[in-house]
């Protein structure tokens, strides 16, 4: 069984749609915890960083981990055509230095 | 502006040939990686680097090996020994000290022919 779990979809909606991203894991030590937007053929990019639990809102997006159920989840509310693209979960431990482990990655489409 | 850079951005290799991909960065990050990515997948690490003249193998190190002799630099060389290297490479680097996260490369795409 794999660390952390993330449906791979594909998810397609309608722009203007309420999306949401989920991931879930098995590592309780697991402290930090990213969203990572990666368009095709290009690098991922940092969307939402989180330490330990609660929610954290930017724009149109938020970001909620609840470690008691070990499950994240990233909203994007007003999607946009713009952003259609593969969303990865990322999530490491405390200690320093420490390797972040990825999800699959959700792929999203957003439809004019 | 700072970032990373990778090269080439389309590799083809032969069997049985070695090929080196590159990696700078000037963040002046600690920590360095190399991730494979394939469909259904998600990333995979190869090999990631803390410190200068120092680096561990990650989940699928066979077939790859790497070097740090400078903070800016860790190439990558997928070996022959690699027999399935067709795939997207992607570095990323950190500060180390404390997880803030990546910053990735635009990556790499090596097929074999």
């Known amino acids: 069984q794999k660390e952390v779990e993330q449906d791979p979809g594909p998810l397609s909606v309608p722009e203007g749609a309420i999306v949401s991203l989920n991931c879930t894991y098995s590592?309780?030590?697991?402290?930090?915890f990213m969203w990572y937007r990666q368009y095709s053929r290009k690098g991922p990019e940092l969307l939402m960083y989180?330490?330990?639990?609660g929610n954290k809102e930017d724009g149109r997006f938020t970001a909620q981990v609840d470690k008691s159920s070990k499950y994240i989840s990233l909203f994007i509310r007003d999607s946009q055509p713009s952003d259609s693209a593969t969303y990865l979960c990322?999530?490491?431990?405390?200690?320093?230095?420490?390797?972040?482990?990825f999800g699959e990655g959700t792929q999203l489409t957003v439809n004019p | 502006d700072g970032g990373i850079t990778q090269s080439p951005k389309y590799l083809f290799r032969k069997e049985g040939q070695n090929v080196t991909l590159s990696c700078e960065q000037n963040l002046n990050h600690d920590a360095m990686y190399w991730y494979r990515q394939d469909p259904g997948q998600g990333l995979r690490l190869i090999y990631y680097s803390q410190i200068v003249n120092d680096f561990q193998k990650g989940d699928i190190a066979e077939g790859y090996s790497v070097s740090r002799e400078k903070k800016e630099s860790f190439p990558l060389t997928v070996t022959s020994a690699q027999k399935n290297p067709t795939a997207f490479y992607l570095c990323?680097?950190?500060?180390?000290?404390?997880?803030?996260?990546?910053?990735f490369g635009s990556g790499t795409r090596l097929t074999v022919v």
């Open positions: 990322a999530m490491s431990e405390e200690t320093s230095g420490s390797r972040l482990t």
């Open positions: 990323a680097s950190s500060i180390g000290a404390r997880n803030y996260g990546y910053t």
């Open positions: 590592n309780s030590a697991f402290q930090y």
């Open positions: 989180t330490y330990s639990s």
